[in-house]
């Protein structure tokens, strides 16, 4: 056998196993799963987003209150990255496939990125408040669409990530006010 039909037999392997199905069981049927499935990939593109944003600032900060703020930021995207696994976890318990590479996240991310050469630490704070605000929002969206399809499991996971959400906002909030 030649290389290159040796090669092609590999290939031709490769993608039937690829194609192969992942039928996790779910009660919930097909349409919850993939509403809730399509809802959730999203929420973890935003968190991943929101992860490299919040660990971008806590690398880039300056200024005389870095300690704090360096710190601050460190320990929220130790709590963002920490919903990362469970979220896809629960797209594949509902019978659902999740994120396969950064480009597919970066498609879904509704969450904006920051390149800036500079920014300010007041202006890290505002940007890192604001986006957890609206990743608060589009959790209790989809917490709405759980509670549609009574997917009880996924909406008490939101439940403790949307405490968590405005946890941060509250201490962006109150971190960013001067005296």
Known sequence: ???????KGDTSAA?????????TP?????????????????????ILALYLKTKNFHWHMSGPYFRDYHLLLDEQSDEIYATVDPIAERVRKLGGTTLRSL?????LA????????FVT??????????????LAGYMRATHELCDEYKDVATASLLENWIDEAERRVWFLFETSRHA
Do not use: Y
């Not at 630490?121 to 609206?134: K, S, T, V, W």
């Open 1 to 7: 056998m030649s290389k290159t039909s040796k090669a």
């Open 15 to 23: 993608k039937t196993r690829q194609k192969a199905a992942l039928n």
């Open 26 to 46: 779910s009660a919930l049927g097909e349409k919850a799963t993939r509403d809730i499935s399509g809802e959730l990939n999203a929420l973890l593109a935003d």
């Open 103 to 107: 480009g597919h996240a970066k498609r």
């Open 110 to 117: 509704r969450l904006s990125d920051n390149d800036a050469e």
């Open 121 to 134: 630490p007041d202006d890290m704070l505002a940007e890192l408040r604001e986006d957890n605000q609206r």
